[in-house]
């Protein structure tokens, strides 16, 4: 099928392995993609690759966390080319360590500031933006892990469940306005994150692959877009089966942390 390609594009944490893949895949001719991300050198790089397909690419070192400066981005800045596009990819992930020492509070912290607080800083910035407008579509990065929390990384199953829950919120809020908000609930991408992640990684696909689903799923306006099908199954029943069974099923499975 062909999709419908956004003239102007943000896509946060653009030098990790699935914004690359997305970066890539959106860039061509009269395309202009803001790539942001903390990595200068690796941004830069992103870019080349996506000028190399005649895209038009601004790139944005900008540390989501500090939300001040966030703010003033978006308001300063961003104001002046609305994109028609943004992903919320940016994202870390954390488990309990060797040996079982549990998640550092620390950890923890940077963890909650980046997956949930940068996300919603983010929307919240915008949508006054997409709202004058009365057009935008904003796809936040979730995860299956949003529908049962895995016992070897709870935070960041939490992070992902509070994206999953906004998002769908604030879909039902603006749908009659024309902004289209789309949650994002991959399996497990082929990444250094994917395999810093204790346990199987089962249905594992390539960023590329997992790009183009996406891409798909947000030209349909997909309220959600969940992928590969047979984790999505397993992991939603895990969601409506009694708690027990389904704990009892994650350490058969070794996930139980």
Same mark, same amino acid.
């Given at each position: 099928?062909?999709?419908?390609?956004p003239k102007?594009i943000?896509i946060?944490?653009a030098t990790?392995?699935?914004g690359?893949?997305?970066?890539?895949?959106?860039?061509?001719?009269d395309?202009?993609?803001?790539l942001?991300?903390?990595?200068?050198?690796?941004?830069e790089q992103?870019?080349t690759?996506?000028?190399?397909?005649?895209?038009k690419?601004?790139?944005v070192i900008?540390?989501?966390t *500090? !939300?001040?400066?966030?703010?003033q981005?978006?308001?300063?800045?961003?104001?002046?080319d609305?994109?028609d596009l /943004?992903i919320?990819?940016?994202g870390i992930? !954390?488990?309990h360590?060797?040996?079982?020492?549990?998640?550092?509070w620390a950890?923890? *912290?940077a963890?909650? *500031?980046v997956?949930i607080?940068a996300t919603?800083?983010l929307?919240?910035?915008l949508v006054? +933006?997409?709202?004058a407008?009365?057009?935008g579509?904003?796809?936040? &990065?979730?995860?299956?892990?949003a529908y049962?929390?895995l016992?070897?990384t709870?935070s960041y199953?939490a992070?992902k469940?509070?994206?999953?829950?906004?998002g769908?919120?604030?879909?039902?809020?603006?749908? *009659?306005?024309? &902004?289209h908000i789309? /949650? /994002?609930?991959p399996?497990? &991408?082929d990444?250094p994150?994917?395999?810093?992640m204790?346990?199987?990684k089962?249905f594992?696909?390539?960023?590329?692959?997992?790009?183009q689903?996406i891409?798909h799923?947000?030209a349909?306006n997909h309220a959600?877009?969940?992928?590969p099908?047979?984790?999505?199954?397993g992991?939603?029943w +895990?969601?409506v089966?009694?708690a027990?069974?389904?704990?009892? &099923?994650?350490?058969?499975l070794?996930y139980g942390?």
């Amino acid at each position: 099928m062909t999709v419908q390609i956004p003239k102007t594009i943000l896509i946060t944490g653009a030098t990790g392995e699935l914004g690359q893949a997305l970066a890539l895949y959106y860039a061509a001719p009269d395309v202009h993609l803001f790539l942001q991300g903390r990595q200068q050198d690796k941004l830069e790089q992103v870019a080349t690759r996506c000028r190399l397909r005649e895209a038009k690419v601004t790139v944005v070192i900008l540390e989501l966390t *500090d !939300i001040v400066a966030l703010q003033q981005w978006v308001n300063h800045t961003l104001s002046l080319d609305i994109p028609d596009l /943004v992903i919320a990819n940016a994202g870390i992930n !954390i488990n309990h360590g060797t040996a079982q020492r549990g998640e550092q509070w620390a950890e923890i *912290d940077a963890l909650l *500031d980046v997956n949930i607080k940068a996300t919603f800083a983010l929307v919240n910035a915008l949508v006054p +933006l997409f709202r004058a407008r009365g057009l935008g579509q904003l796809a936040l &990065i979730s995860s299956l892990a949003a529908y049962y929390g895995l016992p070897v990384t709870p935070s960041y199953c939490a992070s992902k469940a509070a994206i999953k829950v906004y998002g769908e919120a604030m879909r039902g809020w603006l749908a *009659d306005e024309g &902004i289209h908000i789309n /949650v /994002v609930m991959p399996g497990y &991408i082929d990444s250094p994150m994917a395999e810093a992640m204790p346990g199987p990684k089962p249905f594992m696909i390539t960023a590329e692959a997992a790009a183009q689903k996406i891409a798909h799923g947000l030209a349909k306006n997909h309220a959600r877009i969940t992928f590969p099908l047979p984790l999505n199954i397993g992991t939603w029943w +895990l969601m409506v089966l009694p708690a027990s069974w389904s704990q009892l &099923i994650l350490k058969k499975l070794h996930y139980g942390g």
